[in-house]
């Protein structure tokens, strides 16, 4: 299964009062139009030459110039350690080096030779200086050097660096600084926010960072912290996506947050919004952030009966009887919850689940009284639910049908399709959902109950259509049932969509 795509970039926050205000009427400035545009044109091309002469000469000037000021800040913290007014021009000066290797980002083809100079331990090392302001500014200078905009189509000396910045344990000391940061200050804030930006880029440049970072540091528990935070804020935003990234492709992590009470908190989190909706579009995002760590949760089968023991499942039901913003995500982590994990299934039975979403899919097979009883809610107000299902297979049996006359056209039109990519693009005209519901209605089926078979085919017959076509989506999902879940388990799935299509 998947979860959701996670390539999005946070605008940046607010700097805040302390950033630099900008000029009023009221502030005794007057606004002319007599703007010398020479004066322009000459800074427009003074910039612009700034950026083209960044080369090798440059880098080992700025790398000399940075070495040369972070000594002098050394030697006058040492020889003024009860004077700081001593040593604070130095440190001046080395804010201002720091913001000149900004500049390298505008070259990235040079990161390698930045690293064979050896000066990434100093940069990195300068996240513990007991300056939190020079801290910080290292922290801008590694947001802009690893940048996904920095780094396009320069993958191989993007890999130098951050193996270089990993190596010289960046992860453990970009935590470590922000741990020291206040939230309340608005600078600090930035820095903050800057800090899980450069995590989500190393991340993106070298997966493995995921882990490494979840090993290594606290992050994940700080993480925890701020999605616990009951009122909405920015920082609690991108905590929740930056969660959901370091979640989604490793099982390790999953697990991982599972021991440290996890779920419980990701529970605690959505359960805000089980009878209101967000108040503005990026709080949305954060919601569905979370549901998004939530099904990630849900995969290693630990964190199933935590979810269950927390009474998650119960949880979820609350949100969809609500018919609120988070609807849809919550019948999907019941579905992540209930795939290969019976007592999930019986839970949601035994709690009435089947009256508020009876069309939603069990991955465990129910016997006995509780399939009777999922059974019964088809025949319900004169089977009802099998006319609403049946509404659903004819109109995403018209969305594929109209897909595949469209991809044969294109073939009469001398464009060359293969049959994966012809398969792709019918699943995203709806042929996934079709597929579903053929498979409900093969339960349905092998349930023997002749007033169901009778209404199913009765339905079919006003469409034109037969038993054969349903028999047909149910073998081509039976031939491309892929093995995410493991061999035996989609050997499993096989012999039952073999055993719909037999009783059909």
């Known amino acids: 299964m998947e979860v959701s795509n996670h390539a999005r970039k946070r605008k940046a ?63 006058a913290r040492l ?37 064979a100079s050896n000066t990434v331990p100093s940069i990195v090392n300068l996240l513990s200086h007991e300056n939190a302001d020079i801290a910080n500014d290292v922290v801008q200078l590694l947001q802009d050097l690893t940048d996904e905009d920095a780094l396009e189509d320069n993958d191989e000396p993007a890999r130098v660096l951050v193996d270089a910045l990993v190596e010289n344990n960046v992860l453990e000391l970009l935590v470590q600084n922000m741990n020291r940061l206040s939230e309340g200050d608005p600078d600090e804030a930035a820095a903050i926010y800057a800090t899980l930006t450069v995590i989500e880029n190393l991340v993106e440049v070298k997966p493995a960072v995921a882990e490494m970072v979840c090993e290594r540091t606290k992050l994940l528990r ?8 009951r009122d909405f804020e920015g920082i609690k935003q991108y905590a929740s996506e930056i969660l959901a990234i370091l979640l989604q492709n490793s099982t390790a992590n999953q697990k991982r947050l599972g021991q440290m009470n996890g779920v419980d908190a990701v529970l605690e989190g959505v359960a805000m919004y089980k009878s209101k909706d967000p108040k503005t579009p ?28 927390a009474e998650g499942v119960e949880l979820m039901i609350i949100i969809m009887k609500q018919k609120k913003y988070a609807y849809g995500s919550a019948i999907r982590a019941l579905d992540f919850a209930m795939t290969n994990y019976p007592p999930a299934c019986e839970r949601f039975v035994d709690v009435m689940g089947l009256k508020t979403a009876f069309a939603a899919f ?8 509780r399939r009777d009883r999922l059974l019964s809610k088809f025949v319900e107000n004169e089977y009802e639910k099998i006319d609403r299902l049946m509404e659903l297979y004819i109109r995403y049996s018209d969305r594929v049908r109209s897909e595949a006359e469209r991809l044969d056209q294109l073939e009469l039109d001398d464009l060359e399709l293969d049959e994966d990519e012809k398969y792709n693009r019918k699943l ?71 055993l719909f299509i037999s009783a059909m």
């Open 13 to 75: 926050i607010d700097a805040g009062p302390n950033s630099p205000p900008s000029y009023r009427a009221s502030d005794g400035y007057e606004p002319t139009n007599a703007v010398d545009l020479s004066l322009l044109e000459e800074l427009e091309k003074s910039s612009h030459h700034q950026v083209e002469a960044v080369d090798l000469k440059t880098l080992k000037k700025l790398v000399l110039s940075f070495e040369r000021r972070l000594r002098d800040n050394i030697a």
């Open 79 to 115: 020889k003024y350690v009860e004077n700081p007014e001593k040593f604070a021009d130095s440190e001046v000066d080395l804010h201002d080096e720091l913001q000149k290797l900004k500049i390298l980002a505008g070259a990235p083809e040079l990161y390698p030779e930045l690293v």
């Open 222 to 229: 700080w993480l925890v912290l701020k999605i616990k935070v």
């Open 282 to 309: 990026d709080e949305e995002e954060m919601l569905e952030n979370l549901f998004d760590v939530l099904c990630c949760l849900l995969m290693p089968l630990e964190n199933k009966e935590r979810f269950v023991n």
């Open 362 to 369: 069990m991955a465990g097979i129910l016997r006995g009284s």
């Open 428 to 498: 995203e005209s709806g042929l996934y959902s079709l597929q579903l519901v053929a498979v409900i209605l093969g339960h349905i089926w092998c349930s023997e109950h002749s007033g169901m078979r009778a209404r199913i085919e009765l339905l079919l017959k006003q469409q034109k259509l037969s038993k054969d076509d349903v028999k047909e989506i149910l073998q081509e999902y039976h031939d491309n049932l892929g093995d995410v879940e493991g061999a035996e388990e989609k050997e499993r799935g096989q012999a039952r969509i073999q």
